[in-house]
Structures are given as structure tokens and as C-alpha cells.
């Protein structure tokens, strides 16, 4: 049983359905930790709620973000993690952060990759008249939102589509696709070699796994 250690600075509810497809064994792992950089992040009071230890540790308590990622490391490294997962987790991570958990450190980015890095990425799709938008699970890299995907699902944008409403399509992919992917990596099915993302010991393209072809 893989140790899983989760990042969250708000809701949670990645988190939360992360934690529960473990404890349903659809997940060979368990949530050993949740830790967030805020201490008003509403997802600390649901992982308490799921019986998960939480910490928190806020960045504003530190001068720099190489001073902050250094103390995360290490309290993230006190559960002794085999894969540590970034659920809303709003914070550009250092080098040497990723470098510490190379391998091991997913993220999941609501955007067809490499499509729209960054922040605002419904309202962008919507701007930009696109016809569909999505969400892709990725290995974090030292490049923001550039490390290989894993796993990407499509859904469809339709006309006088609000933010909101896409968000919400968004995100039912997203809690169909992250704990896939989270399973794929604590049953060592997935890895992430020099070349890239490797699933079953074959080597993923630039878009990951298609969603649809599960």
C-alpha cells in the first residue's frame, strides 16, 4: 500500500475523492497527509473530517519561496510519501522541490495540455471561441505545467457556455481521471523515464493516455 501525501490551498474536493477511492480500494494507496498553504483552506477541515492527518504551513510565514519549499520538503518527507499529488495546490514550486520528488509528484491542470498553462483557463478557452477544453494529469517538472501528461479528457464547450458551467464539466472529468492516474503510479504501472511518461512500459505521447480509449 502506497503512502500518498496531498497538497491543497483551497476546497479540496480533489482531495477529498482521491481519499475516498483509497478507502474504497480503487486507489492502492492511502492519503497519509494533507497539507496546505493556507490556513484557511476549506480542505483541511474535510481530510480532518476523513480521519487524515492535516498540517499547514503558510508561505506568508516565510521570506522566500526557495525558504518555503525547502521547509515543505521536509515536513512532506516526515510521512515518508511514495507519491505526493498536488490537488489545487497555488504555488509555483522550486527546482529543487521537484528535483527532492522526481518520479513521484503529480499534477492535474484543467486545460488540454499543452493548451492554456497557467491560471484562468476556462475563461481563456471560452474567449478564444475553442469547441472543447478539458483537464490533463501530468508529472511535475521544473518547466510550469510543461512535464509529460499522463492522462487528458476532452469535454465539449457549447454556445452561451458560462465559466462556470465549463468549470463544473471540467472538473467531472477530473474526478474520473486523477485517481486513475494516482492507481496507475502506487501499482507501478506508470513512471516517468528520461524519454517521458511511460504507462505499461510504453512510452506515452505528447497528449498522454486518452481518456476515452479506458
Known amino acids: 500500500m502506497k503512502r500518498i501525501v496531498i497538497l491543497i490551498s483551497g476546497s479540496g474536493s480533489n482531495m477529498v475523492n482521491i481519499a475516498e ?3 474504497n480500494q480503487r486507489i492502492a494507496g492511502l492519503v497519509v497527509a494533507v497539507i496546505a498553504n493556507k490556513a484557511g483552506a476549506a480542505g483541511i477541515k474535510k481530510a480532518e473530517a476523513l480521519g487524515i492527518d492535516t498540517a499547514v504551513l503558510s508561505h506568508r510565514d516565510f521570506e522566500s519561496r526557495e525558504s518555503y519549499d525547502q521547509a515543505l520538503a521536509a515536513l512532506v518527507e516526515e510521512y515518508q510519501p511514495d507519491v505526493v499529488v498536488l490537488a489545487g495546490f497555488m504555488r509555483i ?3 529543487d522541490f521537484v528535483q527532492q520528488f522526481q518520479g513521484r509528484l503529480l499534477n492535474i ?3 488540454l495540455l499543452p493548451k492554456y ?5 476556462h475563461a481563456r478557452a471560452l474567449e478564444n471561441g475553442d469547441t472543447e477544453h478539458g483537464v490533463s494529469v501530468h508529472f511535475v517538472t521544473e518547466e510550469l505545467d510543461g512535464g509529460p501528461v499522463v492522462l487528458q479528457a476532452k469535454v465539449p464547450i457549447f454556445p452561451g457556455d458560462t465559466e462556470e458551467e465549463l468549470q463544473q464539466r ?3 472529468q477530473e474526478y ?3 485517481p486513475l492516474v494516482v492507481h ?3 501499482t507501478d504501472r506508470l513512471r516517468l523515464t528520461a524519454q517521458g ?3 505499461d512500459g510504453q512510452l506515452l505521447g505528447a497528449s498522454g493516455y486518452a481518456a476515452e480509449d479506458d
Open 176 to 178: 474520473r481521471i486523477y
Open 21 to 23: 477511492q483509497c478507502a
Open 117 to 121: 498553462k497557467g491560471l484562468n483557463t
Open 93 to 95: 514550486l522550486t527546482a
Open 170 to 172: 471540467v472538473h467531472e
Open 184 to 186: 496507475w503510479l502506487c
Open 109 to 111: 491542470h484543467p486545460s
Open 197 to 199: 511518461a511511460e504507462l
